[in-house]
């Protein structure tokens, strides 16, 4: 789902106006992920701050995991859990992808359990489109669908699509202090 990203800003008269009225700039469909899809949509420095002109930030992020007091805009589309178990689905490939469309994240990915990870984050996820199951450390599970907003304080979790349609995620990355062993 490629969303469309309105930025407000000043002019040079230093008025309030509209400075990008335009589709996401860093939305990538996923090749070694059919159906799968990921979007910077905005970023904000620590501290963070509105640039006065609008002026977009999102092509200088380096790491989708934002660093403390930093912030993330994103989506993700994620295909339903089938992609991943068909045959000629190359995880390599994926991985390599990973670290090229979310680097930061894809590091923190766990190679022995596929899409667990723990990022120093309070992320605000809304499921946009769509249900998605979060799956914790422990084996405690929660559906949550359309609508639905989820709270993931830096634990260690994963998402899983189980239906047969892809869901769409809308989340706000706030960095925090990482944990001494985090």
């Not at 995991?65 to 045959?87: H, I, N, Q, S, Y």
């Amino acid at each position: 789902m490629r969303l469309r990203r309105v930025v407000t800003g000043h002019g040079a008269d230093g008025r309030a106006t509209i400075v990008a009225d335009e589709p996401v700039p860093r939305w990538v469909p996923r090749k070694a992920i059919p159906g799968m899809e990921d979007a910077v949509v905005w970023s904000t420095a620590a501290p963070p701050s509105a640039p006065r002109d609008g002026a977009d930030p999102t092509a200088a992020v380096t790491s989708v995991v934002p660093a403390p007091g930093e912030t993330r805009l994103v989506t993700v589309t994620m295909p339903p859990a089938e992609v991943f178990a068909a045959a000629g689905f190359d995880a390599a490939a994926a991985a390599a992808e990973d670290a090229e469309v979310v680097p930061g994240l894809a590091e923190r990915l766990d190679a022995d359990e596929p899409g667990m990870h723990t990022t120093p984050t309070v992320d605000y996820v809304i499921v946009v489109e769509g249900e998605v199951v979060l799956v914790m450390e422990d084996g405690s599970e929660a559906t949550v669908r359309a609508g639905d907003v989820v709270v993931q304080n830096a634990t260690r979790h994963g998402w899983q699509n189980r239906t047969d349609s892809p869901a769409t995620m809308l989340v706000v990355f706030v960095g925090v202090e990482e944990e001494e062993g985090g």
